[in-house]
């Protein structure tokens, strides 16, 4: 703001505009569990409300810009919401815009837009969600933010941590890939800036005086004074306090304020301009290590992700009835999404019981998901007119695939791959004679039976016959893999129960009636994006073949398919790519960190050869071959307190499928192992096929690229290691994985201005038993309490880390797509409308996020990840594009111009 309220024409100093906010910074759970702080949230809004309501000198507060704040209160004093819509509508108390403050680099960018759209939905209700991109202690922030802001209508955001050293200036132009930008307001020394304002006037112009020169040189005009902090009260004086203040000096002019109305005239002119992301460590702590602590929660929010995004909405939006698309239980899970996105809670820096419940969350997000989709693949596979197994595709991009598929007979299609034989139906092998049983083990097993006619994934009842004579109760069950809902199960166990009444002591026979079937693994091509095909099996162009070496040779085995070359190592484990050795090789070092931050030991042990290796053959081919790897390895047991050194000596055995398929260049590998030790991290060594200056790896609805080093300072090593989404690439390699958010380019080679590196490090597991740590050698002050939390250190848990390997790879999402979105296979009866090929959705020119049904009608979110435009093709769909609110942009017919970076939401009433 401009100076106020005293002539300086005679070359005085102008007075500073002091603007205070108060706010509280309230950590949903973190060192404490939910139910604990929520205990004090009730409490602090309880004192606030009142504060506010009574004692207009206590002008605003801010409650964090996170509407979970406001529904974990209301749920439990629910007879205070007039009062709090009241203070909101008043601009009083400000809320929003988010439902939970997230971290954003470790949710997927749709449950970004997620969070967003549910709180502004929530501050709705309110009178409104605030206007500013509030964002005070993420760790760090994803390139696209300005433009998700920009797109909700916001024009300022408010950031702490990341911003690099190149800013000097508390206020700068943050623009997006894309080129949208907001103005964000840079808090130096963060959002506690202003806490624990003292009761005393004198105290409060010199704490001002002071920050005022720890902070003068980034000011560029009036100085925002933050008064909160984790967890704080109100300060019930501040009012009174800050009125004392500004009578008794004419240095400052200190403001009782909101965020929106500060920003409203800040400074806009001249600023200095940061495209992309902001991850620096140059003032603040970016805390970079969370991207890799409690692995298995960020492999169960990879899963439930993808469960959600990939499967349940598209699949309910494209083939349920628009009038059934289930919302609420969607919205349910979503809940659930959202609030793990919280950082203390999807960056697992907390306490056993939060992550504990983290998971659960994740779990049950995962079941609504998974049910959901099975039950629009039921209302798919109804609809189909021919009988017979159909192939379903959920990626906008048509492909083929491996699938797995249960056929009639026992001959194999040509080009597939048998599989070794199941048992049949309850476990009971094929071509067995009647079971006889009493009439009691059989009422017994009647009531474990469920009321429906699926047994398995490919098992359904096709007819249930009885008969009765003399001798006993004869009952004929029928089996096969079409799918069918005609069968009166629940009837039919009525009938047996009532005949078995009447005859406790008859002797009942039971025949099963299974025909011959065949497990196989089949090639398919050409399934249309997001749509299906009859089964139609080829012979694949380039089937993938398994050499060994001779009996007592120790020579390679060697899968290839024409397309790629794996030669897997008998003595070391390893195995190379199309000649490039070296994949595979795990290094396990020592880690003296905490949750936040990893940190060498003192003295480390590095361990990199396994002690015995033992390589055998699963599969053969054509269509698939797997080798598997155990090798065993001798780790330290953990760090010692003490002397800070790895000490003590486990064993451990580590198992990993290296697997090949026909037709494609993609290696895919799975690394299984029970973690014995404390205090390490395990990362898999993969060769770059050339040297790499940097690595490009996917965040929210872009593509990053990142140099070989990150700016620090002596408070936090600079660390450069790196989360990815869904994938990375460097040096003509592309990894993609389930939830291995961290990398790091190693074995760095060359002059400081021609840095290459020769190797990506993906970490499989950080495993470390404090929640914080005092002098750790990477970051020698606590970034959280001292707590010792056993979880954090996995050990005895069960670690499957799942990643694909590419040469070469031209188009990463469809890698993913390949590696990760398994195509399904859906057994049709027959008789519905729906003709043997079809698509529900055509989406060309762009990678799509989201397919859902809002407002009534289909919603299909897309980005261009790209340097160059793009014309995004929806076939013959019409209808608008529109904004993260819904707000309409411009109408749509067929098709519409997305610009290098962009991302856009296509909303049509098909």
């Known amino acids: 703001m401009g100076s106020a309220g005293k002539d300086v024409s005679a070359g005085q100093t102008p007075q500073r505009h002091i603007a205070i906010v108060p706010h509280t910074h309230w950590d949903r759970e973190w060192y404490e569990p939910y139910q604990s702080f929520r205990l004090r949230l009730v409490k602090m809004l309880d004192r606030l ?53 997230m971290d954003e680099f470790l949710v997927s960018g749709e449950t970004i837009v997620r969070d967003l759209q549910s709180g502004l939905l929530r501050g709705a209700a309110f009178g409104g969600a605030m206007e500013v991109g509030y964002l005070p202690d993420m760790f760090g922030h994803i390139a696209q933010m300005p433009q998700i802001l920009r797109s909700a209508g916001f024009e300022h955001a408010v950031v702490w941590r990341g911003v690099p050293s190149v800013i000097d200036r508390s206020g700068f132009v943050w623009a997006a890939p894309d080129g949208s930008s907001v103005r964000a307001e840079y808090l130096p020394t963060g959002y506690g800036n202003g806490a624990s304002i003292p009761d005393d006037a004198k105290a409060l112009v010199r704490r001002v005086a002071d920050h005022e020169k720890e902070i003068g040189d980034f000011l560029l005009d009036g100085m925002l004074f933050m008064n909160g902090t984790d967890h704080q009260e109100p300060q019930p004086w501040l009012g009174r306090v800050v009125a004392e203040a500004n009578a008794l000096q004419d240095d400052y002019v200190l403001e009782v304020t909101t965020l929106p109305d500060y920003l409203a005239t800040a400074p806009t002119e001249g600023l200095k301009t940061w495209q992309g992301e902001l991850r620096s460590g140059a003032r603040a702590n970016v805390l970079m290590g969370v991207a890799s602590n409690r692995v298995d929660v960020k492999i169960a929010a990879a899963r439930a992700e993808r469960a959600l995004e990939r499967f349940a909405e598209p699949l309910c939006a494209l ?75 959920v990626s906008a991009r048509p492909r083929g695939g491996l699938v797995e598929v249960v056929i009639a007979g026992t001959d194999v299609p040509a080009g597939g791959q048998a599989l070794p034989d199941e048992p049949g139906a309850f476990g009971i092998p094929r071509g067995m004679g009647p079971l006889t049983l009493d009439a009691a083990t059989v009422r017994t097993i009647l009531g474990m039976l469920p009321n429906g006619s699926q047994i398995d994934t490919h098992t359904w009842i096709q007819d249930v016959h009885v008969e009765e004579d003399e001798s006993g109760i004869d009952i004929t069950i029928a089996f096969g893999s079409e799918e069918r809902f005609d069968v009166p199960i629940a009837s039919i166990k009525q009938d047996l129960y009532t005949r078995l009444g009447a005859r406790p002591d008859a002797t009942v026979r039971i025949k099963i009636d299974q025909p011959p079937v065949r497990r196989v693994l089949a090639r398919v091509n050409d399934v249309p994006g997001f749509g299906y095909t009859a089964l139609a099996p080829v012979v694949p162009a380039h089937p993938v073949t398994v050499e060994e070496p001779d009996a007592g040779g120790d020579g390679p085995v060697i899968m290839a398919n024409g397309l790629v070359t794996v030669a897997v190592d008998r003595t070391d484990g390893t195995f190379s790519l199309d000649g490039v050795a070296g994949y595979g090789r795990l290094v396990d070092g020592g880690d003296h960190g905490d949750s936040y931050n990893y940190s060498p030991p003192a003295g480390d042990v590095v361990v990199d050869t396994p002690d015995a290796v033992t390589v055998t053959v699963g599969d053969r081919g054509p269509v698939r071959a797997m080798v598997t790897v155990v090798a065993r390895y001798t780790w330290p047991d953990h760090v010692d307190g003490v002397t800070r050194a790895r000490t003590g000596e486990v064993d451990v055995e580590v198992s990993t499928d290296i697997e090949v398929r026909a037709d494609e260049r993609v290696v895919r590998v799975v690394t299984r192992f029970v973690n014995p030790a404390s205090d390490h991290r395990l990362r898999v060594h993969l060769p ?147 003709p043997a090929t079809g698509s529900a959705l055509e989406v060309e020119g762009a990678e799509v996020s989201a397919v859902r049904r809002a407002a009534g009608m289909l919603e299909v979110r897309v980005f261009n990840p790209t340097e160059r435009a793009s014309t995004v093709s929806v076939g013959a769909r019409s209808g608008w594009l529109v904004d993260l609110r819904g707000r309409t942009l411009e109408p749509v017919d067929g098709s519409f111009e997305l610009r290098p970076f962009g991302i856009a939401t296509f909303r049509s009433p098909g």
């Open 49 to 101: 409300i009142p504060l506010l309501e009574g004692d207009p000198s206590y002008a605003k507060f801010l409650l964090d810009g996170q509407m979970a704040v406001v529904d974990d209160y209301l749920e439990v004093r629910p007879e205070n919401e007039g009062r709090i819509r009241a203070l909101a509508a008043a601009g009083r108390l400000s809320m929003g815009p988010w439902y939970i403050l």
């Open 319 to 393: 083939y349920g009835a628009p009038e059934e698309f289930p919302d609420r239980l969607l919205d349910l899970a979503w809940r659930e999404m959202v609030r793990n996105a919280a950082h203390d809670s999807s960056c697992a820096c907390s306490v056993d019981e939060v992550v504990d419940a983290v998971l659960v969350r994740y779990a049950e997000a995962f079941r609504i998901a998974d049910g959901l989709a099975g039950q629009a693949l039921g209302a798919l596979t109804r609809s189909l007119a021919e009988a017979g197994p159909t192939v379903v595709n």
């Open 688 to 834: 770059l096929p050339e040297p790499a200056e940097g690595s490009d790896a996917e965040c929210a609805f872009a593509v990053v690229h990142r140099g070989l080093e990150a700016e620090g300072r002596v408070d936090e090593f600079g660390l450069p290691t790196f989360p990815s989404r869904r994938f990375v690439s460097a040096g003509g390699l592309t990894v993609a994985h389930e939830g291995l958010l961290e990398y790091e380019l190693v074995d760095i080679e060359g002059t400081p201005s021609a840095r290459r590196a020769k190797t990506m490090a993906v970490t499989l597991l950080r495993s470390t038993g404090m929640l914080s740590r005092l002098g750790m050698a990477y970051r020698p002050l606590p970034a959280g309490p001292l707590t010792p939390v056993e979880g954090l250190q996995l050990r005895g848990r069960t670690i499957e880390a799942r990643y694909a390997l590419c040469l070469g790879c031209d188009d990463p999402y469809a890698l993913v797509d390949d590696a990760f979105v398994a195509l399904d296979v859906v057994y049709a009866s027959g008789g519905g409308s729906r």
